[in-house]
């Protein structure tokens, strides 16, 4: 037997990712996003409300996207809970930021997969904005690394379950992309 909710709306997995910028005086800032996800090969979309990292958006037009990991949850729920406004809220969660090899935006060291990104637009979307921003590099932490690919299990993303409010581990392999299908042809 099934069950209505109505209008609402879950897909899943939506990734956790932090939103790195930084300010006019050159302070970095983190802000955690659950409403994002890749648009093509190069390019991603989030959904933003309002806030510091919009301001600082619209300013510098470059920012970095780090992917919260089942190590960083404190530090990345954190990053969602509390604004930048007037401190520098990524010392204080005891993290480090260095300015990216690509772009002016902060690169947060404990984060051991980040893309560095340009704006290629930011249009008002009710009380917020819809962001499209074009990846112009990748950078992983070694330790990540499997024959010299990203492996997602050992970066333990985490994803922001939206029925449930809870953040949960992704990981586990489970089927070849684009071969496990052909046990059915």
Known sequence: ???????????????????????????PNAMNAAWAGQVDAHQIMISLAKHKTTDNLLLKKEFTVAFA??????E?????IESGKGFDKV???????V?????DAP??????????????????DGDGYLLIGETVNLSADESILTDG????????PIMYDSSM?????????????????FALK
């Open 1 to 27: 037997m099934r069950k209505d909710f109505g209008k609402k709306t879950i897909i899943t997995p939506l990734p956790v990712v932090i939103i790195g910028t930084y300010d006019e005086n050159g302070v």
């Open 69 to 74: 990991t089942k190590k960083t949850v404190v």
């Open 76 to 80: 990345s729920d954190y990053f969602g």
């Open 91 to 97: 010392a204080k969660a005891g993290f480090h930021a």
């Open 99 to 103: 300015k990216g090899s690509f772009t």
């Open 107 to 124: 690169v947060i060291e404990e984060y051991p997969l980040v893309l560095e990104c340009r704006v290629v637009s930011m249009e008002p």
């Open 149 to 156: 690919a990203v492996d997602i299990g050992k970066l333990e």
């Open 165 to 181: 409010h809870k953040y949960r581990v992704i990981g586990e392999i489970v089927g070849d992309a684009f071969k496990s299908g």
